[in-house]
């Protein structure tokens, strides 16, 4: 925000972007170690990017091209999205609240 005086504000913000060249190069590596690293590294970000819940399954999907090796990793996962917060009752002024619960069963 920029602020001209105490009660004109322009919402202006200021981005800057840094880009830095770099020559790409290549290297050689050998499939099976090519696998674990790209199975370890997609696990570690679907770990870290679920923090309420829990993993129920992954399927690690691995494949090779002429010079390049592409994986996924495909995963169920239980988390918890809902926010719990307090409600005091003494400011509900005779409002009355309706807390539903969904269930998803799993199907098979």
Do not use: W
């Not at 999205?81 to 005779?94: E, F, S």
């Amino acid at each position: 925000m920029f602020r001209i005086t105490s009660s004109i504000v322009f919402p202006i913000a200021r981005v800057v972007e840094t880009y830095t060249e770099y020559e790409p190069t290549s290297h050689q590596m050998a499939e099976d170690v090519a696998q674990d690293y790209l199975r370890a590294a997609l696990e570690e970000q679907l770990r870290n990017s679920t923090t309420r819940g829990n993993i129920l399954s992954e399927q690690f999907t691995f494949r090779t091209e002429p010079g390049l090796y592409s994986a996924v990793l495909t995963a169920e996962c239980y988390e918890r999205i809902d926010v719990l917060r307090k409600v005091d009752l003494a400011d509900t002024a005779g409002r009355l609240y309706l807390t539903r619960q969904l269930v998803l069963d799993e199907v098979g």
